[in-house]
């Protein structure tokens, strides 16, 4: 959690444990009342806390730079495009991305992602009980994105493994090895991965995301194998985790919550802002890094030229500061929350999440509006990006031959 360090005159953070994953809020109330610059437990490292501080740092590449070259070993073997680069290089790959993760593009593929959401929900919706992650939070932003890519949605676990092999290396059961060598090994699958599917669009162009890359004009060349890997590379890893997350988060919320969840049962029109809410009040991506390109000076606490930094979008998301109450608020006038990030790296993907998050909220709390964790039993929450990776939930099963809410029976 976090602690004062008297002997450095420095407050301690502990940003990886299972512990602050499970109950961040705590921690990011402290810290944003207390010090604008905490540390790291163990390294050390500069953490900003406060909204304004975050928001400043996330729109000032000259200052806070992504570009981190051996600072964060995530199994690549080159830097991730867009996100490890700066502008103006990374402007100019962000421009042939946009248009294919645009507001319209998602609203193409709604009807798909809506018909999936109650197919997966028939399935468990009678028995009363699922684990929320496996049956619902994974397979449903995953396949849509695999789909989009080009990958076969059938072979959904194992991308899911290789996903995780890179972001939570220490959870996997019954592998001693350290986590940097599963990292590796890990990576080097996903590059092999993408490597076949590029020969594949190339030799059979089809209307997805690998047949876009392959087949773009780049400032007047086609991207290099490298290029295109180093971007799927990004694509694979946002694309398979952060929407489960943020799904997850908020489904735990309103298990625990039942006042909010019988009013978004109830008025499905509020779920677009519950989803904003949510997105900020829960932060799955708690943190993200960047590397000062020169000596900063933030409040007491003095930020050195090459250090590695923190941003905590957690905390900065919950800053009274900027929020006033921090609580869930459906009815917030504004909500300039920093889940997506902000500036030159503000997340690619957010249409899509935004989408995903809507529909599976509207699709779950109008076949299963009344349910809850079940008894005896505690989530677990991974550190790191904030995954609920063992939610069961419990809810009375419908009557027989009650209908859905697209009239069919449930």
């Not at 991506?285 to 941003?311: C, F, N, Q, W, Y």
Request: hydrophobic share 40%.
């Amino acid at each position: 959690m976090s602690r004062p360090d008297a002997e450095k005159g420095r407050h301690r953070v502990q940003l990886f444990s299972a512990e602050y994953a499970a109950n961040p809020h705590p921690v990011w109330q402290e810290l944003v009342e207390r010090c604008p610059v905490a540390h790291s437990a163990g390294a050390g490292t500069p953490v900003i806390t406060r909204y304004e501080d975050v928001l400043a740092a996330l729109r000032d590449p000259e200052r806070f730079s992504s570009e981190m070259e051996g600072a964060l070993a995530l199994g690549t073997q080159r830097p991730m495009i867009p996100q490890q680069i700066d502008p103006p290089a990374q402007t100019r790959y962000r421009k042939i991305l946009d248009p294919h993760f645009s507001r319209r593009r998602m609203q193409q593929i709604e009807g798909d992602v809506r018909a999936h959401a109650r197919g997966l929900i028939d399935a468990f919706c009678e028995r009363g009980a699922c684990e929320f992650d496996s049956a619902f939070a994974v397979p449903l932003p995953c396949s849509v994105f695999l789909t989009l890519m080009g990958l076969p949605r059938e072979e959904l676990a194992r991308f899911v493994e290789l996903k995780d092999g890179i972001i939570r290396p220490e959870a996997r059961e019954n592998d001693p090895r350290d986590p940097a060598e599963i990292r590796r090994e890990m990576g080097a699958r996903i590059y092999q991965c993408f490597d076949r599917l590029i020969d594949e669009r190339r030799a059979e162009p089809r209307d997805d995301t690998m047949t876009h890359l392959v087949q773009v004009d780049f400032e007047g060349r086609p991207l290099t194998r490298e290029e295109i890997l180093d971007i799927s590379f990004l694509l694979f890893l946002g694309g398979l985790d952060t929407v489960t997350a943020t799904l997850g988060c908020s489904v735990a919320y309103l298990a625990r919550n039942p006042g909010l969840r019988r009013e978004l049962a109830a008025h499905p029109e509020r779920i677009p802002a519950a989803v904003e809410e949510f997105l900020r009040h829960e932060s799955p991506v708690m943190s993200v890094p960047r590397v000062a390109k020169e000596d900063v000076t933030l409040g007491d606490s003095r930020i050195h030229e090459g250090e590695l930094v923190m941003l905590l979008l957690g905390s900065a998301n919950n800053d009274p500061a900027e929020f006033g109450d921090p609580s869930v608020q459906c009815q917030r006038e504004r909500n300039r929350h920093l889940a997506f990030g902000a500036g030159p790296h503000r997340c690619l993907g957010s249409h899509l999440a935004r989408m995903e998050l809507r529909i599976a909220l509207e699709e779950w709390l109008a076949r299963i509006p009344e349910f809850a964790i079940a008894p005896g039993e505690t989530p677990i929450y991974s550190p790191g990006i904030r995954e609920v990776r063992y939610l069961p939930l419990v809810w009375p099963p419908p009557a027989p031959g009650q209908a859905g809410r697209d009239g069919s029976a449930a």
